[in-house]
């Protein structure tokens, strides 16, 4: 075998493994040099979490405080959502907050996503399979 291509071999390996390690690195990098925005994605389960315990409290302050994150952070998640959908989803006032139509809906539909998400990371964690098979 030629040296050159067993030297190149050797550092494709770890250069392969070291990406498996740091995947998520490379990633946030690439993000970061291609001006790749991840928090432009679509909807996520960390921001209909949250809409779903602020509609269950009714209260942004109280919701914050249970899931130990400052309220104007919370409030920036749901604004976010809001502005994913184009709808504006809970109806401010001193009492609290309470779910528009369109709220209503999310809720509903967020608490059926967020359900089954629980329901198939339990199916794959009770699965008996190996890894390596």
């Not at 740091?22 to 291609?34: D, G, K, M, Q, T």
Request: charge should be positive; glycine fraction near 4%; include cysteine.
């Amino acid at each position: 075998m030629n040296y050159r291509f067993y030297l190149f071999y050797l550092w494709l390996i770890k250069a392969v493994s070291l990406f498996l390690r740091h995947r998520n690195i490379i990633w946030r990098a690439f993000c970061y040099l291609f001006r790749v925005t991840t928090q432009e994605a679509d909807m996520n389960l960390r921001r209909l979490k949250y809409f779903v315990k602020i509609v269950d409290i009714g209260s942004l302050t109280q919701a914050a405080e249970l899931l130990h994150i400052a309220q104007p952070a919370l409030s920036q998640q749901v604004a976010t959502l809001e502005g994913e959908l184009e709808k504006q989803l809970l109806i401010r006032s001193r009492r609290g907050v309470t779910p528009t139509e369109a709220g209503r809906i999310l809720y509903s539909h967020a608490q059926t996503i967020l359900s089954q998400c629980e329901q198939a990371k339990d199916a794959v964690s009770g699965a008996r399979q190996s890894m390596s098979a």
